[in-house]
């Protein structure tokens, strides 16, 4: 009876483990000992440290058994938040800022394989993710060989491509490797348009040796008419400001800051209001990254009022339609039998413009109901997110309305709101305590 009962519980621990994904209490260390002793790869979940909803939905997909199954048989499973003791360590030897979020996938060498940067409720997109990085395990030469090479001196211009490729596909930083292949490159190359194609596609910093060279490399590309199969357009300008940006809150170099901004206004000289609202767009990135509310509230005040309460609904939704129109036709069916019937599936994945600028007016009501109680500006937050809600109903856009109502005195209408975006938080299966406790003190 008592072997019974031994095996029972084994039995049981096994059903536990393969009924959601399994972290492991363990430190970076141990999980790397651990990797090395078994040879199993790392999963490391990087929790988002002010996005909870992207850890939420992380979690829900880690429920799932049959990613919980894949995981187990070859991955080690360990989670790190943002308080967590090992986050700094994660994020300096994967050289990753102190915001990142994703998933890790790390060979027994402790070489980064394979990143996913995103979340999602979706288990099977984890189970695609570690597909690719037990392919990558498999293959040749790794970042750390890579790594060893360049400490031992390769500096050979194939090289540093194949390493700066490789670094970028990682999600992993280029800027001063790309400066130093920049330096090394023979002179012969400014009029080489695969060079130039491969600056370009590393997106390099604004003001950099780089981003100064591209500007060569275009002129003499002209002059010998490539310009028509490979121009310099908005899409790498754009790229351009969005990894300045980041180097300028990374820095809190406002001055580097404004003349990201400046930079992006000036990819549009013919759109005069699409240039306007990419200058404070950019400004009130910076602002609010680096926690100067002053300014960027005084920016915001007017930034949403004349960008997006204007817009008509009808005509971004009809183009939200021809765009998924269009990405339906691009997209391969696959075919299911059911009996006698033939079924044809088309899965495509969009984020619609509404729901962007839902997103974008929520969480800029949002940042005036924290700060603010001025009555002028909390009903400028409510027109926000009431325009928000127009555009997409979101249960974080609900709370948001729900807070602002409330805050506003106007508790009945801000008790209805809060009700619908728990039902639609729980919904989706997601943890609506937070949302609970703000009812319960909202009655």
């Not at 490399?217 to 908005?234: D, V």
């Not at 509404?354 to 940042?367: C, F, P, V, W």
């Amino acid at each position: 009876m008592k072997k019974e009962l031994i095996l029972l519980i084994l039995l049981f621990l096994n059903i536990s483990l393969f009924s959601q994904v399994n972290f492991e209490n363990l430190s970076l260390s141990e999980a790397f000992q651990k990797s090395k002793e078994t040879g199993k790869l790392i999963f490391l979940q990087l929790e988002s440290s002010d996005c909870l909803q992207c850890n939420e939905v992380a979690d829900k997909a880690f429920t799932n058994k049959s990613l919980g199954e894949k995981l187990y048989q070859s991955f080690i499973c360990i989670k790190i938040s943002a308080n967590h003791p090992d986050r700094e360590t994660a994020n300096k030897l994967f050289n990753k800022k102190t915001d990142s979020f994703g998933s890790f996938f790390i060979a027994p060498d402790n070489s980064l394989i394979h990143v996913y940067n995103k979340t999602t409720t979706k288990s099977d997109v984890y189970e695609k993710e570690a597909d690719i990085a037990l392919t990558k395990a498999g293959e040749g030469i790794r970042l750390i060989a890579l790594q060893n090479q360049y400490k031992e001196g390769n500096r050979s211009i194939g090289f540093l491509e194949l390493y700066l490729n490789t670094l970028k596909a990682l999600k992993l930083n280029t800027d001063d490797l790309l400066e130093e292949y920049i330096t090394l490159l023979p002179s012969d190359s400014i009029s080489s348009l695969k060079t130039f194609i491969f600056v370009i596609n590393m997106t390099p910093l604004l003001e950099s040796k780089a981003y100064e060279k591209i500007g060569k490399f275009y002129e003499t590309i002209n002059k010998k008419n490539y310009n028509g199969s490979y121009p310099f357009h908005s899409t790498f300008k754009t790229a351009i400001a969005y990894k300045s940006l980041k180097k300028a809150i990374n820095e809190k170099d406002e001055v580097y800051a404004i003349k990201v901004a400046d930079y992006s206004r000036n990819i549009y000289p013919k759109e005069p209001e699409k240039a306007s609202k990419a200058y404070y767009s950019n400004l009130l990135e910076y602002y609010i990254s680096v926690i100067d509310t002053v300014k960027y509230f005084k920016i915001a005040a007017f930034y949403f009022d004349r960008f997006y309460m204007d817009i008509s609904i009808d005509s971004i939704r009809k183009n939200d339609t021809i765009k998924m129109n269009e990405l339906a036709k691009k997209t391969t069916a696959k075919i299911e039998k059911k009996g006698d019937s033939v079924i044809m599936r088309k899965e495509i994945s969009y984020k619609s413009e509404t729901q962007s600028l839902s997103n974008q007016l929520s969480e800029a009501a949002r940042y005036f109901f924290f700060f603010f109680s001025n009555q002028e500006y909390l009903l400028k937050a409510i027109n926000w997110a009431k325009k928000a809600l127009e555009f997409h109903e979101s249960f974080t856009t609900q709370n948001t309305y729900a807070l602002l109502l409330n805050k506003k005195g106007q508790k009945q209408e801000a008790i209805s709101w809060q009700e619908k975006a728990i039902l639609l938080k729980k919904k989706y299966g997601l943890d609506t305590k937070s949302l609970e406790k703000e009812l319960k003190e909202m009655k």
